[in-house]
């Protein structure tokens, strides 16, 4: 007969055993939910583990001790969010006792209605699939909603300590999934364009989506742009080229006048766009377009496809309004 597994138990020194856990090297988490006064709840945590992509499943183990704990238990929703690896500052607060966590930190509410971080690595909105109850913890399984992730660097914890990933991005990573984003800017009528330095005129590039209106330009400094009027506006491959091509539409949030514009950058009326200076087909297509538009005051959105591409047109420019993306 075989001894239950109970009886079989060893005495384990907790401290020790935190110790022996602490050499796995994970990620961290702020995991948040709202309680039952509707108020948004979270906290730091390191045991979050991938469980199932079909359903697609997430865990998370919330300790009894955690003030948050009946908040988490009692929902039937939370949200997990990876910090990146500047938000040491978020992971700590997230792990203080502070009653008002949330006050300096922003959030949205996505899809379940737990606080999803504005800023982070990768979030997963959950409804709870179920808690299971373990020791001193309890192991709450979400089964994920939505889900969204950027290509910043992971903070990592290990033996106690922040640590820090060196190549957060694989080789190739970039060039592969790498869309050229591109900005069609229009200051009283005028078009924006940039030199390419070889005699060429191409469109004003930035690194990455913009952050509160700003492009930083080449060569130093930044263009304000009018947040509420920047629209996605063609969406295309270049033949000969890797990366696709995203551009937007978008207004100079400042007069052109009172503009210094960096070298290289210079305003071009719509009769005079150097259209034989620009190098790419697509982008004189686009801009020919943009022109005819603008004469008619109506605005549409571009996507290639292998028969041709496709246009919806948007009608006249409408006030963005706030929507959370589902
Ligand atoms: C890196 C790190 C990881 C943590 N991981 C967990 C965890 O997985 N589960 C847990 O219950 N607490 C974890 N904690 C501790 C909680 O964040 C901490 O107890 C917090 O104060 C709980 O907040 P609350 O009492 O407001 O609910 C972690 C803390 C840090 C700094």
New binding site residues.
């Given amino acids: 007969m075989g001894m239950a597994a109970e009886d079989t138990r060893t005495v384990i020194d907790p401290l020790a055993l935190r110790r022996a856990f602490g050499t796995f090297l994970t990620g961290?988490t702020v995991i948040t939910t709202v309680d039952s006064d509707g108020k948004p709840?979270g906290?730091?945590?390191?045991?979050?583990a991938s469980v199932s992509l079909d359903p697609p499943l997430l865990l998370?183990?919330?300790?009894k001790?955690?003030?948050?704990?009946p908040a988490f238990t009692g929902s039937d929703r939370f949200a997990v969010n990876l910090l990146r690896d500047s938000q040491i500052d978020v992971?700590?607060l997230?792990?203080?006792?502070a009653s008002d966590?949330f006050a300096s930190v922003g959030y949205d509410v996505v899809h379940t209605g737990a606080p999803v971080l504005t800023d982070c690595l990768t979030w997963f909105d959950c409804t709870m699939h179920e808690h299971v109850d373990a020791g001193d913890?309890a192991i709450l399984i979400g089964r994920i909603q939505a889900f969204g992730t950027s290509p910043s660097a992971p903070l990592g914890?290990c033996r106690g300590r922040y640590a820090q990933v060196k190549d957060p991005l694989p080789p190739g990573w970039l060039s592969s999934n790498d869309m050229i984003i591109g900005y069609l800017i229009e200051a009283q009528g005028q078009v924006l364009l940039v030199s390419d330095g070889k005699g060429g005129w191409v469109l004003p590039t930035a690194p990455r989506k913009l952050v509160n209106g700003r492009l930083p330009v080449t060569g130093g400094g930044e263009l304000s742009l009018m947040s509420d009027d920047t629209f996605l506006y063609s969406v295309f491959d270049v033949s000969g080229h890797d990366s696709g091509y995203l551009i937007y539409r978008a207004r100079l949030a400042e007069p052109r006048g009172a503009l210094a514009l960096p070298t290289g950058y210079r305003f071009f009326a719509p009769s005079e766009l150097p259209y034989d200076e620009i190098a790419s087909t697509e982008v004189r297509a686009m801009l020919r377009r943009f022109v005819r538009e603008s004469e008619h005051g109506g605005y549409s959105i571009y996507m290639d496809s292998h028969d041709g591409g496709r246009l919806a047109t948007v009608g006249a420019a409408q006030p963005w309004v706030r929507h959370a993306q589902t």
């Fill in positions: 961290v709840r906290m730091t945590a390191n045991s979050f998370v183990c919330v300790g001790s955690a003030s948050s704990y992971s700590n997230f792990a203080s006792k966590k913890h914890f």
